[in-house]
């Protein structure tokens, strides 16, 4: 079990990547706040040994990932709507509220591989084992995401 120094260090250092993976699964910020707080409880218990900061960073985006998907199930889910979620943001561009609205509105098995992919630099083969889907289909997401990201957003070269 960890310290309470570790687990402080630990929550603060990955609590902000915990509930973005969890805002791009759920679409939902009290859900994401939720999962965020039942990941860290999870790993405040956890008597599992890390053997690096890799395999510590792996479980968290393995456990929210599973939370995401324990969560999508429930009965009580509320899904909020794009404008309702961007409200809680602030962009310093006007092209990124452009970009975050674009990438919310692609179905999930394409947003959160983009978000693990650009966001969290994890490799296809990475994100393959997080999601329990093969890297060539990941690979496959990723390439129809950013068409649809490039089909909305103009046709942009860029994207």
């Given at each position: 079990?960890?310290?309470?120094?570790?687990?402080?260090?630990?929550?603060?250092?990955?609590m902000d990547s915990i509930f973005r993976l969890a805002l791009n699964y759920m679409r939902s910020r009290s859900?994401?706040?939720?999962?965020?707080?039942?990941?860290?409880?999870?790993?405040?218990?956890?008597?599992?040994?890390?053997?690096?900061?890799?395999?510590?960073?792996?479980?968290?985006?393995?456990?929210?990932?599973?939370?995401?998907?324990?969560?999508?199930?429930?009965?009580?889910?509320?899904?909020?709507?794009?404008?309702?979620?961007?409200?809680?943001?602030?962009?310093?561009?006007?092209?990124?509220?452009?970009?975050?609205?674009?990438?919310?509105?692609?179905?999930?098995?394409?947003?959160?591989?983009?978000?693990?992919?650009?966001?969290?630099?994890?490799?296809?083969?990475?994100?393959?084992?997080?999601?329990?889907?093969?890297?060539?289909?990941?690979?496959?997401?990723?390439?129809?995401?950013?068409?649809?990201?490039?089909?909305?957003?103009?046709?942009?070269?860029?994207?």
């Amino acid at each position: 079990m960890l310290s309470d120094e570790e687990f402080s260090a630990i929550a603060e250092k990955y609590m902000d990547s915990i509930f973005r993976l969890a805002l791009n699964y759920m679409r939902s910020r009290s859900e994401a706040e939720d999962i965020t707080q039942n990941v860290l409880i999870k790993l405040y218990r956890t008597e599992k040994k890390f053997q690096s900061g890799d395999h510590l960073r792996y479980w968290l985006v393995r456990v929210t990932v599973n939370e995401c998907k324990r969560a999508l199930v429930s009965p009580w889910r509320k899904m909020e709507s794009i404008e309702q979620l961007r409200e809680g943001f602030v962009f310093p561009e006007e092209g990124r509220r452009e970009l975050f609205d674009a990438v919310m509105a692609l179905p999930k098995k394409y947003r959160v591989p983009i978000y693990l992919y650009y966001y969290e630099d994890y490799s296809t083969e990475e994100i393959g084992r997080i999601l329990k889907v093969p890297s060539a289909t990941v690979r496959t997401h990723l390439r129809r995401g950013r068409q649809q990201l490039k089909d909305s957003l103009g046709g942009d070269e860029n994207v």
